[in-house]
């Protein structure tokens, strides 16, 4: 098997966005009288997209929140996090380029539980829009990582929109800074690339056919060799 896309985890490792992400729902939460400490973010509730993680956050408290109301506070925290994100470049370094280098060789997508505006306000501000053959986000799919459902929308999307109807998810490889993203990736069947923005190399290895330390580190020779091992 040789290399034909890659897909991209967007929060994490091309968006240094988490920190801003969790004061954004710590901000809605104490609204409502709820604390969120980042010792509890990043353990428990990282993984989910909004409406999961408001889902997760009432469940672990005992508190009875109508579908209705989540999704009132996933619209405040997405005005709380873009007047967090404005006039900011929330890219992790090296990311711009590691984009640009991948895109030149094979199609590239993202696979991510972040809202499909985020992640195009983001892109779009970068100039990083046009790199993208498709974008599957947490609008996307009826369930959210680590359910494979995600990455195998991604790989749908790139059969259309890459012209290669006969893209196999082993054909691709997937970045991803987390657990559940990892586990994702690998349920829909493609390799997996760790890097270590958020959780240390202890923590993902055990998911990951590799692990490096950031999209700076990305060598496109090393990662086509993960298909031909396949």
């Not at 779009?124 to 046009?130: F, K, M, S």
Request: net charge negative.
């Amino acid at each position: 098997m040789a290399l034909r896309a890659i897909v991209f985890d967007f929060d994490g490792v091309i968006a240094n966005s988490e920190p801003l992400h969790f004061r954004a729902y710590a901000s809605v939460l104490a609204g409502e009288g709820v604390t969120l400490t980042e010792q509890d973010y990043y353990a428990r509730y990282l993984g989910f997209d909004d409406v999961g993680a408001f889902a997760a956050i009432a469940r672990d408290r005992g508190l009875s929140w109508s579908p209705g109301f989540v999704r009132t506070l996933v619209e405040r925290k997405a005005v709380d996090l873009e007047a967090l994100e404005r006039q900011v470049s929330v890219l992790f370094p090296g990311a711009a380029d590691a984009i640009r280098r991948a895109a030149a060789i094979v199609p590239i997508a993202i696979a991510s539980g972040a809202r499909g505006d985020e992640i195009r306000r983001v892109l779009r501000r970068e100039q990083l829009d046009a790199c993208f053959a498709a974008i599957v986000s947490a609008e996307d799919t009826p369930v959210s990582k680590p359910a494979p459902e995600p990455y195998l929308h991604a790989v749908a999307q790139l059969r259309v929109r890459a012209g290669a109807p006969s893209l196999a998810a082993a054909d691709c490889v997937a970045i991803e800074d987390s657990r559940w993203g990892l586990e994702s990736a690998r349920a829909a069947g493609l390799r997996t690339i760790a890097v270590t923005n958020t959780y240390e190399e202890s923590a993902l290895a055990p998911y990951a056919d590799a692990v490096i330390p950031s999209l700076s580190a990305l060598d496109l020779g090393a990662i086509a060799a993960l298909c031909c091992d396949a």
